[in-house]
């Protein structure tokens, strides 16, 4: 696998999350001169917004009120710094599971290495102090602050196989890289070109939905023009669906076309407004979202069409087996996010989607792209992936929707490993989902291990058409890159999505301040 060039990714404390519930009571609290000693470790510069606030937040989890003075010196660190703005702000926080540890785990990151005699762990009596307290304590929060931190200390890494050259080959040739946007786009092709011909020892399918969200002139539109060119070249351009859907039925009729297809939709951001508004919105647009939800789970099975009166013969039911639909948006966040509401977290058409925020809108410009042709063996690979491994498949197998020609898949196996961490996955969201039950998240923890699952699939098609298997590594990159995004997506959700237009209004407001940061906003508006 290979890394993301570092000047693609923002300047910030990407190690920085909401940590978990598996936080102890001595990972949060600190002591006054542990935490002055790490943070001379995390100078605060030029930090953006988000790590400034999570820093004020760890601070106030590890030190309560005490620790005002200590975050009003570190934010005096900064020449943008208004001190009236930093007491507002700190009064704000409300930290619950967030403290000393993540103070701690970001300074040892950057080589602080706290006196054997300090005292790291406020919740302990002073008076009662092993002998080897600093040197025990240093290995509790460390340990305690690598497994709060894990999930988001997650660098972004292309796979290898189809999925990789196909992400790499749109990086090379786009004006502005975005290597999150141009992987999802990677796997929802991969996805489609394998569908109806591989699937996991569940059963499972490589459909996949995912958003892609940058603002306007990020470049996040590179990715689906390279699809459309390789699809051409490689003569895969049937698997492709037009760029808008026109209506619920629209997007069936392209079904029975062709049942393994990738749709790319621009300001899907729009088109989500539009389908997920019951009350505004006409019947064959909504009825988009509705065949959307309901094709995802039926993508091991058989999608039973709508019936109708049918009084002249012309209007039969029109059934698809194993639809593998494919859908690739982007958009940008204020489109996106105000397009949905509580209802779609809750049922679970938004916990269906994964979604990829970019983390540089606009990354620098590579200004000496030009002309481009696919390489030879992206097009060889692409056209053996969508033959399948070829073993027992006639010239019609799978070749149309109904269950007039048979579909022949191959399941692909797992190493012990990659089952057995999959297992552990599935014991940690249950845990999860308890713990959330009666919250709006209990739908995207749900989709969690499936989406991985998913991703695991393609990477591994995507190795070796002819012969795949999912190993540990495929397993671990899934699981990360998911869990990763889920926990982001909820994030989101928590600042974006609301029920009522005064709730919207209110958490709008909240954004403007929060985006503006300590300088404020420039417009009146």
């Given at each position: 696998?290979?890394?993301?060039?570092?000047?693609?990714?923002?300047?910030?404390?990407?190690?920085?999350?909401?940590?978990?519930?598996?936080?102890?009571?001595?990972?949060?609290?600190?002591?006054?001169?542990?935490?002055?000693?790490?943070?001379?470790?995390?100078?605060?510069?030029?930090?953006?917004?988000?790590?400034?606030?999570?820093?004020?937040?760890?601070?106030?989890?590890?030190?309560?009120?005490?620790?005002?003075?200590?975050?009003?010196?570190?934010?005096?660190q900064a020449s943008k710094n208004d001190p009236a703005i930093t007491e507002k702000a700190w009064g704000s926080f409300r930290p619950e599971r967030i403290g000393a540890g993540t103070i701690y785990h970001l300074a040892m990151e950057r080589g602080w290495k706290p006196d054997p005699g300090m005292v790291l762990d406020g919740s302990q009596p002073?008076?009662?102090?092993?002998?080897?307290?600093?040197?025990?304590?240093?290995?509790?929060?460390?340990?305690?602050?690598?497994?709060?931190?894990?999930?988001?200390?997650?660098?972004?890494?292309?796979?290898?196989?189809?999925?990789?050259?196909?992400?790499?080959?749109?990086?090379?040739?786009?004006?502005?890289?975005?290597?999150?946007?141009?992987?999802?786009?990677?796997?929802?092709?991969i996805g489609a070109l394998m569908g109806r011909l591989y699937r996991t020892e569940s059963n499972l399918r490589s459909n996949l939905y995912v958003v892609g969200i940058a603002d306007s002139g990020s470049g996040k539109n590179h990715s689906r023009e390279i699809i459309n060119e390789v699809l051409f070249e490689a003569g895969l351009a049937n698997?492709?669906?037009?760029?808008?859907?026109?209506?619920?039925?629209?997007?069936?009729?392209?079904?029975?076309?062709?049942?393994?297809?990738?749709?790319?939709?621009?300001?899907?951001?729009?088109?989500?407004?539009?389908?997920?508004?019951?009350?505004?919105?006409?019947?064959?647009?909504t009825e988009i979202l509705d065949n959307m939800t309901e094709l995802y789970t039926s993508a091991g099975g058989i999608f039973l069409g709508a019936e109708y009166a049918n009084r002249d013969g012309t209007n039969e039911r029109r059934d698809i087996v194993q639809p593998c639909l494919c859908v690739y948006g982007t958009t940008t966040p204020l489109?996106?996010?105000?397009?949905?509401?509580?209802?779609?977290?809750?049922?679970?058409?938004?916990?269906?989607?994964?979604?990829?925020?970019?983390?540089?809108?606009?990354?620098?410009?590579?200004?000496?792209?030009?002309?481009?042709?696919?390489?030879?063996?992206?097009?060889?690979?692409?056209?053996?992936?969508?033959?399948?491994?070829?073993?027992?498949?006639?010239?019609?197998?799978?070749?149309?929707?109904?269950?007039?020609?048979?579909?022949?898949?191959?399941?692909?196996?797992?190493?012990?490993?990659?089952?057995?961490?999959?297992?552990?996955?599935?014991?940690?969201?249950?845990?999860?989902?308890?713990?959330?039950?009666?919250?709006?998240?209990?739908?995207?923890?749900?989709?969690?291990?499936?989406?991985?699952?998913?991703?695991?699939?393609?990477?591994?098609?995507?190795?070796?058409?002819?012969?795949?298997?999912?190993?540990?590594?495929?397993?671990?990159?899934?699981?990360?890159?998911?869990?990763?995004?889920?926990?982001?997506?909820?994030?989101?959700?928590?600042?974006?999505?609301?029920?009522?237009?005064?709730?919207?209004?209110?958490?709008?407001?909240?954004?403007?301040?929060?985006?503006?940061?300590?300088?404020?906003?420039?417009?009146?508006?």
């Amino acid at each position: 696998m290979s890394w993301s060039p570092p000047e693609l990714r923002p300047a910030s404390l990407a190690t920085l999350t909401v940590a978990g519930a598996s936080v102890s009571g001595h990972a949060q609290i600190g002591t006054i001169e542990a935490v002055r000693s790490a943070l001379i470790h995390i100078p605060n510069t030029d930090l953006d917004y988000d790590s400034w606030v999570r820093i004020g937040m760890a601070i106030k989890g590890s030190l309560g009120e005490a620790g005002k003075e200590v975050f009003s010196d570190w934010s005096d660190q900064a020449s943008k710094n208004d001190p009236a703005i930093t007491e507002k702000a700190w009064g704000s926080f409300r930290p619950e599971r967030i403290g000393a540890g993540t103070i701690y785990h970001l300074a040892m990151e950057r080589g602080w290495k706290p006196d054997p005699g300090m005292v790291l762990d406020g919740s302990q009596p002073i008076d009662e102090c092993h002998p080897a307290s600093g040197l025990l304590a240093r290995l509790d929060v460390t340990a305690d602050a690598e497994a709060v931190t894990a999930p988001a200390s997650f660098n972004l890494t292309i796979p290898g196989g189809l999925v990789g050259k196909l992400t790499d080959y749109m990086l090379s040739t786009a004006r502005r890289p975005q290597p999150l946007l141009s992987l999802g786009a990677s796997l929802c092709a991969i996805g489609a070109l394998m569908g109806r011909l591989y699937r996991t020892e569940s059963n499972l399918r490589s459909n996949l939905y995912v958003v892609g969200i940058a603002d306007s002139g990020s470049g996040k539109n590179h990715s689906r023009e390279i699809i459309n060119e390789v699809l051409f070249e490689a003569g895969l351009a049937n698997h492709l669906g037009g760029n808008k859907i026109a209506s619920g039925a629209g997007l069936l009729t392209a079904l029975h076309r062709q049942p393994a297809i990738l749709f790319q939709i621009d300001e899907f951001g729009m088109f989500l407004s539009a389908a997920a508004d019951r009350k505004r919105s006409p019947r064959h647009i909504t009825e988009i979202l509705d065949n959307m939800t309901e094709l995802y789970t039926s993508a091991g099975g058989i999608f039973l069409g709508a019936e109708y009166a049918n009084r002249d013969g012309t209007n039969e039911r029109r059934d698809i087996v194993q639809p593998c639909l494919c859908v690739y948006g982007t958009t940008t966040p204020l489109h996106f996010w105000g397009a949905l509401q509580g209802a779609n977290v809750v049922d679970g058409s938004l916990a269906r989607f994964l979604i990829l925020p970019s983390d540089e809108d606009y990354p620098d410009e590579n200004v000496a792209v030009g002309l481009r042709t696919p390489p030879p063996d992206l097009i060889t690979g692409l056209q053996l992936l969508a033959s399948g491994p070829g073993q027992q498949r006639g010239n019609l197998a799978g070749a149309t929707s109904g269950p007039q020609t048979a579909v022949v898949l191959t399941t692909v196996p797992m190493t012990d490993e990659a089952r057995a961490r999959f297992k552990a996955l599935s014991g940690e969201l249950t845990g999860e989902l308890r713990a959330a039950a009666g919250t709006a998240f209990t739908a995207i923890l749900a989709r969690i291990g499936e989406i991985a699952l998913k991703l695991a699939l393609i990477v591994a098609v995507g190795h070796d058409p002819a012969a795949p298997i999912i190993t540990i590594d495929d397993a671990d990159w899934a699981i990360a890159f998911v869990r990763h995004f889920a926990k982001r997506a909820m994030e989101a959700v928590e600042r974006h999505v609301a029920d009522t237009e005064t709730e919207a209004h209110l958490k709008r407001l909240r954004e403007v301040i929060r985006t503006a940061g300590a300088k404020g906003s420039p417009s009146p508006s």
